[in-house]
């Protein structure tokens, strides 16, 4: 999980080379993780701009923050890099990846290749993936040429979170395991485990059955093309054009009587019903229906098609840097959630393998189509040699229209049939300003204040209320799609931020050097939404969304570094944060004496759940000649997991080493360099809550698992 002054991983923008990667959601709809977009070993540095200096970040997302990735850049000598890793769970991970150095027409460039494989620590599942990056770079007397591209395709087997509280059945509240391991490669142990009846789990396990597999399939191509012309000492124009193309899906192996799913097959096959929709002869003929095992494979698959351009100027003239640019983005997603036998027909026996044969039924299709638009301008002022102020704004445009080709169908009996909207909606915020100063008090200390205003936009997605349940188009009504098209906002946020930088050279025994930073800083957040439809990851239910008004953000960071002489230092950083709702919030009626009274849910002054108050990051640090080695600690204090502060997860601390060893090579050898690393992560083995989730106002959430101590060992060569 990742925090940056209170907003969380889906609430900060994310680049690379400039190009936006969408904000990193499981099924996303505008992107792709940065590590489908670059591999780890060609990336040459990473940004994280929480102030005025994320202002052009292209980001429909970029609520407290940019984290912005950049690519390494060719070498100017041709070589030859190769590494391999092996560890724990039989990972193997092979990297190769060749420098052309100079070329003819002054281009260089290299190519790298990956191959990853790693078995689940708790389950019989291989992740499983391949990536290509090129990147060419022709640097003339004017400008700079770069051209990049990426390739990837991966298969991560997964397991769902377990259910605890009310997620989980009365009958089998005891039944909470640390994991829920799929049964996979077994398929007769899959059959053989539905002990409930005619594809039921046993119901001692309740919501906590095992599937018999599951996973992420994903494939993307992504291609940039860039030029920035220097005509001028004082002047550059950056142009860049980008294209990301993704398909792939989410498969589930799940036993047929869960999760309300005989009512959903009976809308469309009511002739297999027998008395009722999970009576015994009802579930004998589903199973039939979805090839005899008990199990049907369910698929939610998506398409994203965006090409994108962006335009930036940046201007020297006296004291003033001035910069101004636009980014354009058309993005055609579409998602699908399609119902399969699982036969070997249908090459749907595995985690691994793509369903290719005849569906039962195709239960909705989406499809989007979206225009972003996003325009800045801003000056930095260097009012005198220490003293520098940034002044600028931007706007966010976005023109979304959404359609479902196949609709959901309803039994006759549903009092409001689930039907998901099509319209569109344009929401635009033509001023949304920021300010930074930055004053050098002395060559040591550095006074810096940030006031920004963000807006995240509204989001086109089609798949219920599971994986972006805040959009519009996961209402279950066109009314209520109106009614949030006429009375909705998007979420904006106002940050305020304060804070001193200093570091010293010092003589205080052991201790040489210090450096340091605290800042404090305080958000309003507006316009938040939250999807209060009962959770439900196999089969969800429409959205229902509760504008809850706003949150207050109140923080603290402080970071420092103690070097002790050349081979020594320590790092330690603290952060306090306070996030609280401002309001309670209506949901729904209820009668009160024969009258229709509001139900109010008491989220005001409550803390915003997932958000811990404390953190803390530790690193030692040691080198001396060829050998290096570093222990680091991360604690995550009490969180929070429903809307009502009544349920929590323990804080956790996790303590990881490395170390590393960098031969001293001939020059005139075949290998240049070698270098041998050993990780550990989780060394002492701890257990606890490692990623939860928020599923209803009080009572019950989801929790993933802190994985076990793993060991590996990466040899890297260069030639």
């Known amino acids: 999980s990742l925090f940056v002054h209170g907003f969380s991983t889906q609430q900060?923008?994310?680049?690379?080379?400039?190009?936006?990667?969408?904000?990193?959601?499981?099924?996303?709809?505008?992107?792709?993780?940065?590590?489908?977009?670059?591999?780890?070993?060609?990336?040459?540095?990473?940004?994280?701009?929480s102030g005025a200096g994320s202002l052009g970040v292209a980001s429909t997302s970029n609520l407290g923050g940019a984290i912005e990735t950049f690519s390494r850049d060719p070498s100017a000598e041709r070589g030859f890099n190769l590494r391999q890793t092996l560890g724990s769970h039989e990972t193997t991970r092979t990297f190769a990846r060749f420098d052309s150095g100079e070329m003819a027409g002054g281009f260089k460039g290299y190519i790298s290749y990956l191959r990853h494989d790693a078995k689940a620590w708790d389950f019989d599942g291989h992740q499983r993936g391949h990536q290509v990056n090129l990147k060419l770079v022709r640097e003339g007397e004017k400008g700079e040429l770069t051209f990049y591209a990426d390739w990837q395709m991966k298969v991560e087997p997964n397991e769902d979170a377990t259910a605890m509280g009310n997620q989980q059945t009365a009958a089998a509240q005891n039944f909470t395991p640390y994991t829920r391991a799929f049964i996979y490669p077994d398929l007769a142990a899959c059959t053989a485990n539905l002990t409930g009846g005619p594809g039921t789990?046993?119901?001692?396990?309740?919501?906590?059955?095992?599937?018999?597999?599951?996973?992420?399939?994903?494939?993307?191509?992504?291609?940039y093309i860039k030029y920035a012309w220097r005509p001028t000492e004082n002047l550059t124009w950056t142009n860049q054009v980008y294209y990301h193309y993704n398909f792939g899906r989410g498969i589930v192996s799940g036993p047929v009587n869960t999760a309300g799913l005989p009512g959903l097959f009976a809308t469309y096959y009511p002739n297999l019903v027998v008395g009722s929709t999970t009576s015994a002869a009802t579930l004998t003929n589903i199973v039939n229906l979805f090839g005899g095992s008990g199990y049907a494979v369910r698929t939610t698959e998506y398409r994203i098609n965006r090409p994108g351009a962006l335009s930036t100027i940046e201007w020297t003239l006296g004291d003033h840097q001035i910069k101004g640019g636009v980014w354009f983005e058309h993005n055609e997603p579409a998602q699908q959630r399609a119902w399969y036998p699982m036969t070997k027909e249908n090459n749907n026996l595995s985690p691994y393998d793509v369903p290719r044969g005849k569906k039962v039924l195709t239960q909705y299709a989406a499809e989007f189509f979206t225009n972003d638009i996003q325009l800045h301008l801003q000056d930095q002022w260097r009012?005198?040699?220490?003293l520098l102020l940034q002044a600028g704004f931007k706007s966010s445009l976005q023109d979304a229209t959404?359609?479902?080709p196949i609709n959901q169908k309803n039994l006759p009996t549903v009092a409001v049939p689930v039907q998901y909207p099509t319209g569109s909606i344009e929401s635009n915020k033509w001023f949304l300003p920021q300010v930074g100063v930055l004053w050098d008090i002395s060559d040591r200390d550095q006074l810096f204040v940030n006031v920004q205003q963000n807006m995240r936009q509204f989001i086109p997605y089609g798949a219920g209320s599971g994986f972006y349940g805040f959009s519009a188009w996961s209402l279950g009504t066109q009314a209520a799609f109106e009614l949030f098209k006429s009375t909705v906002k998007p979420?904006?946020?106002?940050?305020?931020?304060i804070g001193l930088r200093s570091r010293r050279d010092v003589a205080w025994g052991p201790i040489t050097g210090i450096e340091g930073q605290i800042n404090a800083y305080d958000v309003k957040f507006s316009n938040r939404l939250l999807n209060i439809a009962p959770y439900n990851f196999i089969n969800p239910a429409p959205a229902i969304l509760a504008n809850v008004g706003g949150v207050t953000t109140k923080g603290v960071d402080l970071a420092g570094t103690l070097k002790f002489g050349e081979h020594f230092q320590l790092y330690n950083a603290v952060s306090y944060n306070e996030s609280k709702y401002d309001q309670d919030y209506q949901s729904g009626t209820t009668l009160v004496n024969g009258v229709s009274t509001p139900v109010t849910v008491a989220t005001g002054g409550k803390y915003v759940p997932l958000m811990p108050k404390w953190m803390n990051k530790t690193i030692a640090r040691f080198n001396w000649g060829a050998f290096d080695a570093q222990i680091s600690g991360d604690y995550v204090g009490k969180r929070y997991v429903t809307y009502l502060n009544d349920l929590s997860v323990k804080s956790m601390m996790l303590v990881d080493l490395q170390a590393g060893y960098t031969f001293d090579?001939?020059?005139?050898?075949?290998?240049k360099g070698l270098r041998v690393t050993a990780n550990v992560t989780n060394l002492f083995?701890?257990?606890?809550?490692?990623?939860?989730?928020?599923?209803s106002n009080s009572g019950g959430y989801t929790a993933f698992p802190q994985p076990p101590r793993m060991g590996f060992v990466t040899v890297s060569a260069d030639f």
């Open 491 to 497: 979420e904006t946020s106002w940050t305020y931020e």
């Open 402 to 404: 959404g359609k479902f």
């Open 665 to 671: 090579m001939a020059d005139k050898g075949v290998v």
């Open 201 to 223: 789990p046993p119901p001692s396990q309740g919501n906590n059955y095992s599937n018999c597999f599951s996973a992420a399939q994903r494939e993307d191509i992504l291609s």
């Open 383 to 386: 009012i005198r040699p220490n």
């Open 685 to 695: 083995d701890k257990k606890g809550v490692s990623t939860a989730g928020v599923t």
């Open 12 to 49: 900060l923008g994310y680049t690379l080379d400039g190009v936006p990667l969408g904000d990193q959601a499981y099924g996303n709809y505008n992107g792709l993780s940065v590590s489908r977009a670059i591999t780890s070993e060609n990336v040459s540095r990473v940004t994280l701009s």
